[in-house]
């Protein structure tokens, strides 16, 4: 089916570990997207891309990385794990004048 | 001051009744979405208007862009129509790629009881 297709659904890991969470899509959209949900706060843009090549930073960008080698795949790093980057993590996808789409959501735990 | 406000935060209504959700925004704007995120955490776009009004099913979505408002109607709700939902707004404007990214109201969390 198309859509956006995001692993893991669930990670926990320790204080200074690093990972990669995978997004992919197959819609060609050209906009690429990272946020994070945190209780009482609206949906944050960690990094964000407009097309293969292209990426800039969101609103809460410091200890993530991310690149974005072709259309369908933007994964984000996290270089050193913080307990502050406990959250629950989504990647979307949209092209101009569309709906956007949202991956199924990472629940990521630093202990 | 948020720049996407949603009013009320939480919600709670009786099957059948008519539920209206608000948000109001304060930049210039591009499209506004209106999103459906269930317990367990899916997000699924329900509409992206840029003017007037959709209607899908129960759902009826509106938006004024002169008074900078819109508004989510549920029409004889269920209680599966409980959920959070959440208006964000694509900026309109913005450096290089940034008119393409979403601003998010923090959600309004409505519960039907049947």
């Known amino acids: 089916n198309a859509g956006v297709t995001q692993t893991p659904k669930f990670q926990v890991l320790k204080t200074g570990q690093s990972m990669t969470l995978q997004c992919a899509q197959d819609m060609n959209h050209e906009y690429m997207s990272w946020y994070r949900q945190d209780p009482g706060m609206g949906l944050r843009l960690i990094h964000y891309s407009v097309g293969a090549g292209i990426t800039d930073q969101g609103e809460v960008p410091n200890g993530y990385n991310v690149s974005r080698s072709t259309t369908e795949d933007f994964p984000l790093r996290l270089l050193s794990a913080a307990p502050s980057q406990t959250s629950v993590y989504f990647c979307a996808s949209s092209s101009s004048g569309l709906k956007a789409f949202f991956g199924q959501g990472t629940r990521l735990t630093v202990v | 001051k948020n720049e996407v406000e949603q009013s009320p935060q939480n919600l709670t209504a009786q099957e059948g009744e008519f539920i209206t959700i608000n948000c109001s925004y304060s930049?210039?704007?591009?499209?506004l979405h209106w999103l459906q995120q269930h317990p367990g955490g899916g997000i699924v776009s329900l509409f992206m208007l840029s003017s007037g009004k959709k209607k899908h099913g129960r759902l009826i979505a509106t938006i004024n862009i002169q008074e900078k408002h819109s508004s989510l109607h549920i029409t004889a709700s269920h209680p599966r129509d409980s959920a959070v939902y959440i208006c964000a707004v694509r900026r309109l404007g913005g450096h290089g790629g940034s008119q393409g990214n979403l601003i998010f109201g923090k959600g309004t969390k409505l519960s039907v009881k049947p």
């Open positions: 930049v210039g704007i591009s499209a």
